[in-house]
């Protein structure tokens, strides 16, 4: 597999979504769209009217990251919303298992992430339900933060839990992501990177995405 880009909208200039997505579209695979409440996370950005537009606006498939809490009464409608993948927090929902399914059931890939300090061991039975994990390596609320090099290690897990299962999913890193550090990511197993202010605001948002990926598809290729 090839690495895969999302770069993530919180790093764009709100006002001009549309045109911004459309800066990236040659070298994203997806739109990363974070959602936040200024209750799971300090911080409120994007909803879903914006969601909505921003489907018209993109046949890039959208990656929304929900960071909210009650994720399994809102999940399953950002389907119906364009999402293409819905990933929630496991610390704050419920039933991580039945919102999973919900969000199947409704069409869409469902996603799970673990903030910095949650364990993934807990959750390996779940990995099946779902067909993404999301390894923060930042804390989630903002972007532009530094990337926290002791996730290495977590993300070594969760490839391992992956491929012991035999699975076909998804992992993604997302915080403090660069060339450099997707390079690091890719090694320890990650195949889809979320970069925010490594691509919106480089000189070149395209060249910079490509340097990611290619930095990715290399450490993939040897490790």
């Known amino acids: 597999m090839k690495a895969q880009l999302a770069p993530s909208i919180l790093s764009a200039d709100f006002a001009r979504l549309a045109e911004e997505i459309a800066r990236v579209a040659d070298v994203a695979d997806l739109v990363h769209v974070d959602v936040m409440d200024n209750h799971f996370v300090p911080n409120l950005t994007l909803g879903p009217v914006v969601v909505e537009s921003l489907r018209r606006a993109t046949t890039l498939p959208m990656d929304v990251h929900l960071m909210i809490e009650d994720p399994d009464r809102w999940a399953p409608a950002y389907v119906a919303m364009g999402a293409s993948l819905v990933t929630f927090h496991v610390e704050a929902a419920a039933d991580p298992v039945r919102t999973a399914r919900a969000i ?16 993934l061991a807990p959750y390996l039975d ?34 391992a839990a992956i491929a012991a299962l035999d699975l076909a999913i998804w992992l993604e890193v997302d915080g403090g992501i660069n060339a450099d550090t997707a390079e690091q990511c890719a090694e320890a197993g990650a195949d889809v990177f979320v970069a925010g202010s490594a691509v919106f605001d480089a000189a070149d948002p395209v060249a910079a995405g490509r340097g990611i990926k290619a930095a990715a598809d290399l450490a993939m290729a040897v490790s």
């Not at 804390?139 to 933060?145: H, M, R």
Request: net charge positive.
């Open 126 to 159: 779940l990995l099946p339900e779902f067909d993404m994990v999301l390894v923060m390596t930042v804390e989630p609320g903002f972007g532009g933060q530094r990337f926290i090099s002791d996730m290495l290690p977590k993300i070594r897990e969760a490839r």
């Open 104 to 119: 199947r059931a409704e069409g869409g890939r469902a996603g799970l992430a673990l903030k910095p300090g949650t364990a």
